[in-house]
């Protein structure tokens, strides 16, 4: 009876567990092996490309929410007013958590008034990936980011 008692005491449920910041990382290989298994269940499930793009968004999306909920309950930041604020706060602290740096450069659409790009020379996403659809690939970042801004209601 001692023995279950103890280990009872030693039990915690994911509700006990802080929200803190904690610096906890995903080695490189285990995220490359997930992300390739997501995109190879993706293909085998579509016809065209357009259609692996629109499922990888999709992925995306979710993360995205959760990213922002998360953010919210660990930081006390105020509620973005602009998309550009917003944008910032993702090329910056999102993505940092997200993939070990912040991307390069948040840019203006020159052509369409509200369009904006986040540069990353280096986008872990498409770094290893070897197959001509790697930029289809980033339809998962683009979805992450669709999820934080409907999160943020932009």
């Known amino acids: 009876k001692e023995f279950c008692a103890t280990m009872d005491s030693k039990v915690r ?40 793009e629109k499922r990888l968004a999709e992925a995306g999306y979710g993360i995205g929410l959760r990213v922002l909920e998360l953010y919210s309950f660990r930081e006390k930041c105020k509620k973005e007013r602009s998309v550009i604020q917003i ?33 990353d020379s280096e986008h872990l996403i498409c770094k290893y990936i070897s197959n001509p659809n790697a ?16 999160g943020a209601e932009f």
């Open 13 to 52: 449920s994911a509700f006990d567990k802080p929200l803190i910041k904690r610096e906890a990382k995903v080695s490189l290989s285990a995220f490359s092996y997930v992300f390739s298994e997501l995109v190879q269940h993706c293909q085998s499930q579509i016809d065209r490309g357009e259609d692996l």
């Open 87 to 119: 944008l910032n706060f993702v090329r910056t602290s999102v993505w940092k958590t997200l993939f070990g740096r912040p991307a390069d450069d948040l840019q203006i659409s020159n052509n369409k008034k509200n369009e904006y790009y986040i540069y």
């Open 135 to 150: 930029e289809r690939c980033a339809a998962f970042t683009a979805g992450i980011i669709n999820g934080i801004l409907d």
